[in-house]
Structure formats: C-alpha cells, structure tokens
C-alpha cells in the first residue's frame, strides 16, 4: 500500500506522537508519506522567520518519506462567519493539496490511501481534492472542547469525519463520539513505548526517592489542574498523613500554587528524563492517576496506565469511560472515599499472579497490535468496495 500520513504534529515533535509511531509501524511493510502540518501566516510572522528553512522532501528510510510543505496558509481561524470561514478554508484545502499531489506524484505514488491525524482544518476537502481510494480519520484527542478548536472545529470535526471512508479511534469514548457521524467508527487501541517500564531493567531507585518514607503513593506525569484533580490530591494527603504522596514531573501555576505545597507528606520531585521515569515508578508502592473529570481527559486514552501495569504495580486510578478497558487490571474510583478505600487494598495487593497479569495486558498494547486493527479496518473497506 502506498500511505498518506497528515498530522497535526511535525515529524520532529519533541515528545514524540501518536502519529509518527503509527507511520513508523506502517513503513515496515508499506511505502509511507508523512506531512509535517504547513504553517500559516500569523505562526510565520510571529516567529519573524525571514525565509522556510529546512522545508520540502526528505527520505528517512526506504520505505519512509517526510515532507514539510513550502505553502503557508491563511490565518482564518478568528473569521466570526461561517461562510467566510468555508470558502477561505477550501481555499487553504486546495493550497494544501497541490503541494501534496506534486510530492505524491514525486516519489511515485498513484493509489493513496490518506491517513489523517486528527487534523481537521486542512483535511476538510481532501477527500475530494486528493480522490484517494481510502480515507481514515484516527482520533486520538477531544479537541473540540479547547478554545483554539472549539469555534470551527465543533462543526468541521463532524462534517470532516462524516465524509472520510471510516474512523479510528484510541478509546472507546471517541469511537462512540464518532458513532454520532459516521457509522464506520472502529476502536483500534492505542499503542505505548514501555519497553523500558521494566522492572528487571531497573537496578537502583533514585536517591531523592529513597529519602521518602513509606508507604510511597505515586504519580509521575505532567502536573496540570487541566487534566488532575488537585481537590482530591489535597483529600487525600490530608486524610492519610501517614501516607507519602509523591509527584514526578513538571508543574503548572495552579499546581505550584496549590495547598499541596503546605503539605509536609506530599513530595514534588521535578521534571526528570524520560529514561529516568520506570526506576520512580518502581519505587512506588501504588500509583494513581488522580483525573479531573472533565471533556478533555475523559475518553482520552491514559499512556501512564500501561507504564504502570507494565512496572507490575498494583494501580489506582479515576473511573473514566476511556479507563474500563482496565478495569481488571486496575481499582478504578469515583469519589476520595473509594480512592482511599483503593488504595488500602492496594497497598496489601502482594498477588504475583496479578502482577504477571498486569505486566502481560500492558505488553499487549503495542503499535504493532493498534495497526494491524487499521489494516483490518482497511481491507473490510476494501471488501466492501469489491463487492
């Protein structure tokens, strides 16, 4: 197959994406495009850059192409009319998809198929401009609910996923959301890098941990009131002193701001390195994830999960939609009562049945799995045109 990969993200994003692990997977039996998202105006002009640097095709692999697209779009995301908004939109569409179409024929593609990262704008019209002969939609993110998405993006996400051939989800929730326009919505998973959320790779906990007392009640992850429930961090670290709440990542401002910095069993250990993350969770002896419940975090799928469960540690975590898919690895809570009731258990939780159990669920999410649940969405279309 020769793929067509639009995201949201640029080939070189720091902290990596969904996006370029599904076209990595893709380009180990297929020919594979990537599209790093084109600039606009108002992003161009803000970074005074005098001339695009480092765009155009470059060939990372044999089977592996990235393009970053010389066009520069129009900046019309605060246009207030809709039918203005439209017909700028196509025109950014079309801009968008010649680029495209000179590279595809380039490197000699002719029978695409077009997989769109939850890349709404520029993919409204390429169903049309492009003609491939499959387009996904994959949603991985509720976007709608932001500011920057939610004017035109509560009514283009919809319209856009309603025209391509099928969606992809990474949750349950996002599948049932994209139920809502188009009936060929499929929940592929979601894949995770946790091959170093070993704990037999795991030689030494660090030195800032081992000054912690125990029990140790661990998170690690970025530290934002948008996605963490900071009133039930407060509750519970008040509610049991004896317990050492310990917090491994960067802080926000309501986070730095926070009771929690009052709190003498409550324990802020920084930003780390990524490499450094599986010997703190190994020194946990429960983690949390400690959720907000809110648009943006309850059908988005929890990576942290998987590094947990992969460590073997026994997992308490805010019920979510996006969460049953763990429930039987997991105790999943729905108030401070239950979270601390769960934690309780937890704590005694010394199966090393389960344990195995946990490492090998986490395990069998992989990238390789989540695209061979694409594939399968690809051929049934496919099967379903042939007949």
């Known amino acids: 197959m020769e793929i067509v990969v639009i995201a949201a993200q640029p080939w070189d994003f720091e902290i990596g994406s969904n996006a370029r692990n599904i076209a990595l997977e893709f380009a180990k039996e297929n020919k594979v495009l990537y599209v790093d998202p084109p600039r606009d105006w108002n992003g161009f002009i803000n970074k005074k850059e005098k001339k695009l640097a480092n765009v155009g095709l470059k060939n990372v692999s044999s ?3 990235v393009l970053t697209p010389k066009v520069i779009m129009a900046s019309i995301n605060r246009i207030p009319q809709k039918v203005i908004y439209r017909f700028f939109n196509r025109q950014n569409n079309k801009r968008f998809a010649n680029e495209l179409l000179k590279t595809i024929k380039q490197i000699g593609f002719s029978n695409i198929i077009l997989f769109n990262d939850n890349y709404i704008f520029n993919g409204l019209h390429l169903k049309v401009l492009l003609q491939p002969k499959c387009y996904l939609y994959y949603i991985r993110d509720y976007l709608v609910i932001q500011p920057y998405f939610k004017k035109q993006g509560s009514w283009a996400e919809p319209e856009l996923m309603s025209k391509v051939d099928a969606v992809v989800a990474n949750s349950t929730y996002l599948r049932d959301y994209a139920l809502k326009s188009n009936q060929k919505s499929f929940y592929v998973g979601q894949g995770c890098e946790i091959e170093m959320f070993n704990e037999d790779l795991v030689n030494e906990i660090p030195e800032d941990l081992k000054n912690v007392g125990t029990p140790i009640i661990g998170y690690v992850g970025f530290l934002t009131a948008m996605r963490l429930d900071i009133g039930l961090l407060i509750d519970l670290a008040t509610k049991r002193p004896e317990w050492n709440v310990v917090l491994v990542g960067p802080e926000d401002e309501l986070f730095k701001k926070s009771r929690l910095k009052q709190l003498t069993n409550v324990h802020f250990l920084g930003r780390k390195n990524p ?9 946990f002896d429960v983690c949390i994830n400690p959720q907000a419940i809110n648009p943006l975090t309850i059908g988005n799928y929890p990576r942290k999960i998987d590094e947990y469960l992969a460590m073997g540690k026994p997992t308490v975590a805010t ?8 429930k039987d690895y997991t105790y999943l809570a729905t108030n401070i009562d239950e979270f601390i009731s769960m934690i309780e258990v937890a704590l005694a939780d010394n199966d090393l049945t389960m344990k195995q159990r946990r490492i090998d669920f986490a395990r069998s999410h992989t990238w390789e799995n989540s695209v061979k649940e694409i594939y399968r969405v ?10």
Request: charge should be positive; avoid cysteine; proline fraction near 3%.
């Open 275 to 283: 490499s450094e993350l599986p010997a703190y969770v190994k020194g």
């Open 319 to 326: 019920a979510t939609k996006a969460m049953e898919i763990f």
């Open 378 to 387: 690809i051929h049934q279309l496919k099967s379903e045109t042939a007949k």
């Open 63 to 65: 089977n592996l192409w």
